[in-house]
């Protein structure tokens, strides 16, 4: 079965400062990993993916993540956040028929 | 063009009683997925759809829980007697196909009281 494991629930950060929010991923089959984005009030919004190729990805909004298979990880950085990066980030694997497998999710909290 | 909407945003209801919930997914989108999200966790799947048919219903928690996409567009999310621990949001999402990016909607939050 496939499974996602986000281990910190929330991570504070000063603004300008660099993040790094981790996960990792169980999977028996082709990995597809996928990092989403959830503003207040809002539907989830995607930021990368991994699927194949380079295993260093570039997203939207100055994310990137490196998918690392010998370590099962996945995890999301930005060398500089800013206060709007405040919101919610779930890491995702793809499962059978498609579907997402979501991570319990870490709230990024940007304090200036 | 416009993205996935959902109806209502939120819906408030009482112990028992019946609600649905609609999805519009974008035009042309075949796969529709239906996910809820408990306070504090992740979106979990319940149902996707390819075309009109449920391809995949694992995750539809009991049989209280239905959803149909009779024209292979607009899709119903149908609970009934409703229970306190259904509150939650609950997320649509569309892609072109079964291996395409997923759209989620603003979701609908209920709220059984």
């Known amino acids: 079965a496939q499974s996602v494991t986000q281990l910190d629930s929330q991570v504070p950060v000063f603004e300008e400062a660099p993040v790094e929010l981790r996960c990792n991923y169980s999977?028996?089959?082709?990995?597809?990993l996928f990092w989403y984005v959830q503003y207040p009030n809002q539907g989830l919004q995607l930021l990368l993916k991994?699927?194949?190729?380079?295993?260093l990805v570039k997203g939207i909004n100055g994310f990137e993540a490196e998918f690392n298979k010998s370590q099962t990880s996945f995890h999301l950085r930005k060398p500089s956040v800013h206060i709007s990066d405040t919101a919610e980030y779930f890491c995702?694997?793809?499962?059978?028929?498609?579907?997402?497998?979501f991570g319990t999710g870490t709230l990024l909290a940007v304090q200036p | 063009g416009a993205g996935v909407s959902q109806t209502p945003s939120n819906k408030v209801t009482e112990k028992g009683k019946y609600v649905e919930l609609r999805c519009d997914p974008i035009?042309?989108?075949?796969?529709l997925y239906w996910y809820r999200q408990s306070l504090g966790q992740g979106p979990e799947f319940l149902i996707y759809?390819?075309?009109?048919?449920?391809?995949?219903d694992s995750g539809l928690p009991n049989d209280r829980f239905f959803a149909v996409r009779p024209e292979g567009s607009v899709s119903t999310l149908k609970i009934q007697r409703t229970e306190r621990g259904d509150s939650a949001m609950y997320l649509c999402?569309?892609?072109?196909?079964?291996?395409?990016?997923?759209?989620f909607g603003p979701g609908t939050r209920l709220t059984v009281l």
């Open positions: 999402a569309s892609s072109r196909g079964t291996n395409n990016e997923q759209f």
């Open positions: 999977s028996s089959v082709s990995v597809y």
């Open positions: 991994y699927l194949s190729g380079s295993t």
């Open positions: 995702a694997v793809r499962g059978a028929t498609n579907k997402l497998i």
């Open positions: 035009s042309g989108h075949t796969a």
């Open positions: 759809f390819q075309g009109t048919g449920a391809a995949d």
